[in-house]
């Protein structure tokens, strides 16, 4: 019989614990579940009436794996959930995670989560702007970080502050609080920087996804503002080999990375980072820290 636990005053059925999800480390869903309980309080703050996608991995990483937007089967009906329009007509409804009944409740489904630029109160109005720097083999997250003081710089120069994040596979992600303005704006905003970042520094950086061009260079991925799309929320495990975590960074680490293992973090690298850090993505959470977004 699956354990009964109660959080928050609601009881949750915790199934197979001693699953074993990363062979390689030897993972438990246990560990993970225990991963997200011991995060709460610094995760939660960044989902805040973001509508969540899930990246499901039930059998581990090298199993059968799937996303969804769509509210997953079974779901309780205390979990709150968001309306979601389309640019069909149509509306979706999609997961929030508000406190940690519901996210234990998501985890135990074993998920990455995903979130878009904008929340729920005013959907397609971002208020994040966010790159996804994407290495080429043999390219690594090094020269992520070249790309990445590039568009800091560039950035700064418009006014705007941006935070580092591993993505927690191969890149690096750079989000940016702003004024809410359209995921119209943002994607074009983030367009126009990425074609001058491939022109200042042309062999490294590319802004076109097209494979053939990506081989030991660093894809500035734009696209991600689009208000459909969304990016792997900070401090999320990830569906890899390994239980690495979309890991916030400090600016040195960004310089001083000269080896792609230098900013692989696991699990169980977060609560001592916290210790030494705490939250670097905690100004994101800050509206003051909000500027407004140039034209395009």
């Given at each position: 019989?699956?354990?009964?636990t109660v959080?928050e005053?609601?009881r949750l059925?915790l199934?197979?614990l001693?699953k074993?999800?990363?062979?390689?480390?030897?993972?438990?869903?246990g560990?993970?579940?225990?991963?997200?309980?011991?995060?709460?309080d610094v995760?939660?703050?960044h989902?805040?009436?973001?509508?969540?996608?899930?990246?499901?991995?039930?059998?581990g990483?090298?199993?059968l794996r799937?996303?969804?937007?769509?509210?997953?089967?079974?779901t309780?009906?205390?979990?709150?959930t968001c309306?979601?329009?389309?640019?069909?007509?149509?509306?979706?409804?999609?997961?929030?995670?508000?406190?940690?009944?519901?996210l234990?409740?998501?985890a135990?489904l074993?998920?990455?989560?995903?979130?878009p630029?904008?929340?729920?109160?005013?959907?397609?109005?971002?208020?994040?702007l966010?790159?996804d720097?994407?290495?080429?083999?043999?390219?690594?997250i090094v020269?992520?970080?070249?790309?990445?003081?590039?568009?800091?710089?560039?950035?700064?120069?418009d006014?705007?502050?941006?935070?580092?994040?591993t993505?927690g596979?191969k890149?690096?992600h750079?989000?940016v609080?702003?004024?809410?303005?359209?995921?119209?704006h943002?994607?074009?905003?983030?367009?126009?920087?990425?074609?001058?970042?491939?022109?200042?520094?042309p062999d490294l950086v590319v802004?076109?996804?097209?494979?053939?061009?990506r081989?030991?260079?660093?894809?500035?991925d734009?696209?991600?503002?689009?208000?459909?799309?969304?990016?792997?929320?900070a401090?999320?495990l990830r569906?890899?080999?390994?239980?690495t975590?979309?890991?916030p960074v400090?600016?040195d680490?960004?310089?001083?990375?000269?080896?792609?293992?230098q900013?692989s973090?696991l699990?169980s690298?977060?609560a001592p980072?916290?210790?030494?850090?705490g939250?670097?993505?905690a100004?994101?959470?800050d509206?003051?820290r909000a500027?407004?977004?140039p034209a395009a």
């Amino acid at each position: 019989m699956s354990p009964i636990t109660v959080v928050e005053g609601r009881r949750l059925s915790l199934t197979n614990l001693d699953k074993v999800l990363y062979p390689q480390t030897g993972t438990t869903k246990g560990e993970v579940l225990h991963y997200w309980t011991t995060t709460a309080d610094v995760i939660l703050p960044h989902l805040r009436d973001r509508p969540l996608s899930f990246l499901r991995f039930p059998d581990g990483p090298d199993g059968l794996r799937f996303f969804t937007k769509n509210l997953p089967p079974g779901t309780p009906s205390w979990v709150t959930t968001c309306e979601v329009p389309h640019t069909s007509g149509e509306t979706t409804r999609q997961v929030l995670l508000p406190d940690l009944s519901a996210l234990v409740w998501a985890a135990n489904l074993v998920v990455e989560l995903h979130a878009p630029q904008w929340t729920c109160d005013d959907p397609g109005s971002a208020d994040r702007l966010v790159f996804d720097l994407d290495p080429g083999e043999p390219a690594t997250i090094v020269e992520c970080c070249a790309a990445a003081r590039w568009l800091r710089d560039r950035l700064a120069a418009d006014g705007l502050h941006a935070y580092a994040k591993t993505s927690g596979s191969k890149g690096l992600h750079l989000v940016v609080p702003i004024e809410r303005t359209s995921s119209l704006h943002t994607t074009a905003y983030a367009k126009t920087l990425a074609v001058e970042g491939r022109a200042a520094l042309p062999d490294l950086v590319v802004h076109k996804m097209t494979k053939a061009l990506r081989p030991g260079k660093v894809f500035i991925d734009f696209s991600q503002n689009a208000a459909a799309k969304t990016t792997a929320v900070a401090y999320t495990l990830r569906a890899r080999a390994t239980p690495t975590v979309s890991t916030p960074v400090t600016w040195d680490e960004v310089a001083d990375c000269t080896a792609p293992g230098q900013l692989s973090f696991l699990f169980s690298d977060i609560a001592p980072r916290l210790e030494s850090h705490g939250d670097l993505m905690a100004p994101l959470l800050d509206p003051r820290r909000a500027r407004p977004l140039p034209a395009a």
